[in-house]
């Protein structure tokens, strides 16, 4: 029994029935379209922080940034929480723009599988496929959602064929297309051959008519197209679900906006998409998911709420029970961090979730002293240190200086922050000093958010120069004595106090390799 009266029964219990998800794809896939979709079949339980609008789409458009409202992109990441039946699913949000890919990435460490939408007229693109291989190296079961089924397309067997040639897991079908977009067509039902036939319902989007076909009777209605997609569905497998789940993955097609397919989707989250598990930990042990308290922050967001200058650390629950009022202990410091006025937030407006179970989000509101990646936990049960949060490779450094060289206190103190918050990285070069920092990101816009933020949150403005750099490689210290002064390189040192080489493009990298031997770069992504 917890001290708060929960049972290790109802722990087990609340657990098996969470699934804890994340939609990845390209800009313009369906994702936002997709989650109305889903949050339209479920109930909706709440929200943690601000689901994004889009431009003057509906929806809970969070204004933290003056930035993100103008561009109508989404920076910051949430969870959306809904009832299907008895499933309890935590979606968490990824930003749809590709320069905050790191945000997403972050996210991906918290989820237990992944929905990889595709555009059926334009297939595998390429910040899909990058998201992906994310999962990949983590070992992230995904679920493929082939969408815009509603409208002509690629064929779909051409669309599998390069899934299967350029990601490395084998197709296992769900549903299969019975003719093409247009104003009616079918999903095959693979495991039981019968059809579900869609008409779009007047005036265009929402629910459409769906009746079910047996064989016989999709045979009479879809003639031909049903004969064919029969016999293609017929080259590839029915989902099988106890093969290794990081080795095949299930396949769907459907059109989000029609909201067709998305009743399949959920079956397959259910049926296959794991529920919380025991958790690797730091030491190479298992945290037990059934038991004391403990999870990590995978985000943290600043200033959502322009009266209240607040920091929320986004933590997943990985075990035990979360109790609103307990304290927990901070593994880094070994603080005790109170969370009874670090209320946790769900909802439009904050409301207070007096529970959380393992797979769920809880935002902890002044958590300014938590930083990505830090573990919480319960002192009552074990210590426990979850595995740090992976650097990401950045593509984009500049070099940042302080507008106003008296406000340099502020300047540091409000890169500390960043820093903490993983809005950018932070690189000391040998050349500039620490006065002087290389900032450096995956995508440039990460430099924008920091210095809106310098500037506004902090008060220091901040001189960014662009740098002529593309990707950095760690190396050892004789390695960077060696290359160090060469055109294109500069050497620089990671806060964690990793050695990089920072150089101007690959060919540069592949050169050092031809002409100095001795010298190792080696990728950063090896960390993820
Ligand atoms: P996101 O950038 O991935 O979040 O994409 P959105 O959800 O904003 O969708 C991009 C565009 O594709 C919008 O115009 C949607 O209406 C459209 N869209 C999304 N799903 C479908 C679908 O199933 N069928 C069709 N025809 N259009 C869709």
């Not at 390209?26 to 109305?36: F, I, N, R, Y």
């Not at 910051?76 to 929480?81: C, E, G, I, K, R």
């Not at 029609?258 to 049926?271: A, C, H, K, Y």
Request: proline share 6%.
């Amino acid at each position: 029994m917890q001290a708060d009266g929960t049972s290790l029964q109802d722990i087990a219990a609340e657990a098996h029935r969470r699934r804890t998800i994340a939609v990845i794809s390209h800009p313009d896939a369906g994702k936002s379209t997709l989650t109305e979709a889903l949050a339209l079949h479920a109930q909706v339980i709440g929200e943690a922080g601000a689901v994004h609008g889009k431009g003057n789409r509906s929806g809970v458009v969070s204004d933290w940034l003056e930035m993100e409202r103008k561009r109508g992109i989404s920076i910051t990441s949430a969870a959306l929480q809904f009832a299907w039946g008895d499933l309890t699913i935590n979606l968490l949000d990824t930003p749809g723009h590709a320069d905050f890919s790191e945000d997403t990435y972050r996210v991906l460490t918290a989820v237990d599988c992944a929905v990889m939408l595709i555009d059926s007229a334009k297939g595998l693109e390429p910040q899909t496929f990058k998201l992906f291989e994310v999962c990949k190296r983590r070992n992230v079961p995904v679920i493929a959602f082939i969408n815009k089924w509603d409208r002509p397309g690629r064929e779909a067997l051409e669309l599998i064929d390069e899934i299967t040639e350029r990601l490395d897991r084998d197709p296992q079908l769900v549903t299969w297309p019975v003719g093409i977009g247009g104003s009616e067509f079918g999903l095959l039902d693979v495991a039981s051959g019968e059809v579900h036939a869609y008409r779009k319902a007047p005036g265009g989007a929402q629910l459409a008519e769906d009746e079910t076909l047996d064989p016989p009777a999709a045979a009479q209605h879809f003639g031909g197209d049903d004969a064919r997609a029969r016999e293609e569905a017929g080259l590839l497998p029915v989902l099988d679900s106890s093969a290794p789940k990081a080795a095949v993955m299930p396949i769907l097609f459907g059109a989000a906006l029609s909201n067709i397919g998305v009743r399949q989707l959920f079956e397959t989250i259910d049926r296959w998409a794991p529920a919380p598990g025991d958790r690797p930990t730091r030491s190479g042990d298992d945290r037990p998911v059934i038991g004391a308290f403990s999870g990590f922050v995978f985000k943290m967001q600043a200033g959502m709420d322009p009266k209240h200058r607040d920091h929320v650390a986004y933590v997943r629950v990985c075990s035990g029970v979360f109790e609103r009022g307990m304290i927990l202990t901070h593994q880094p410091t070994k603080r005790a961090f109170a969370t009874k006025y670090a209320l946790s937030i769900f909802g439009r407006d904050r409301e207070v979730t007096d529970r959380a179970y393992p797979g769920d989000v809880v935002g902890l509101v002044n958590a300014a002293n938590l930083a990505v990646g830090d573990t919480l936990y319960d002192p009552e049960g074990p210590a426990v240190e979850f595995p740090p949060m992976p650097a990401f490779e950045p593509e984009h450094f500049a070099s940042a200086r302080v507008a106003d060289p008296s406000a340099s206190k502020k300047f540091r103190r409000g890169m500390d922050k960043l820093v903490q918050e993983g809005v950018v990285q932070r690189l000391v070069s040998d050349l500039r000093g620490d006065g002087n920092p290389i900032l450096a990101a995956v995508g440039p816009l990460q430099f924008e958010v920091a210095a809106d933020r310098m500037e506004h949150e902090f008060g220091a403005r901040l001189i960014l120069d662009t740098l002529p750099y593309s990707l950095a490689r760690k190396i050892d210290e004789a390695g960077a004595s060696e290359i160090s002064g060469m055109h294109g390189v500069e050497i620089a040192r990671r806060h964690d106090g990793t050695r990089l080489a920072l150089l101007r493009d690959i060919y540069l990298a592949r050169s050092i390799g031809r002409t100095h031997p001795d010298v190792t770069l080696t990728p950063l992504l090896a960390d993820a």
